[in-house]
Nanobody, 116 residues
Framework: QVQLVESGGGLVQPGGSLRLSCAASGTIFSITVMDWYRQAPGKGRELVASITKGGSTNYAESVKGRFTISRDNAKNTVYLQMNSLKLEDTAVYYC??????????WGQGTQVTVSS
């Protein structure tokens, strides 16, 4: 069992920055990939960025060049640095972990609101 706790969301103006954190605890040795997803009002959940255990990253086209995913293995924490935020980045952001047998764990989500 893995517990994921997100933090760092909030209200920011367009063009601003935020850094989200996701702290993992529990059976973290089984985690192979960690992701950030987001869900905007009235829309489905979409993948924002992923990072493997080896450090390979993948991004949605809509955030490439603006968002950076990283991990600190010593702290069992994954980060999402979000720069040049746009109105359309407003969503609840969820941290997720994929386990070696394919199961997925989710955090509770953190709200990001981009508004002037």
């Amino acid at each position: 069992q893995v517990q994921l706790v997100e933090s760092g969301g909030g209200l920011v103006q367009p063009g601003g920055s935020l850094r989200l954190s996701c702290a993992a605890s529990g059976t973290i040795f089984s985690i192979t990939v960690m992701d950030w997803y987001r869900q905007a009002p009235g829309k489905g959940r979409e993948l924002v960025a992923s990072i493997t255990k080896g450090g390979s990253t993948n991004y949605a086209e809509s955030v490439k060049g603006r968002f950076t995913i990283s991990r600190d293995n010593a702290k069992n924490t994954v980060y999402l640095q979000m720069n040049s935020l746009k109105l359309e980045d407003t969503a609840v952001y969820y941290c997720s972990a994929v386990h070696v047998l394919g199961a997925r764990s989710w955090g509770q989500g953190t709200q990001v609101t981009v508004s002037s």
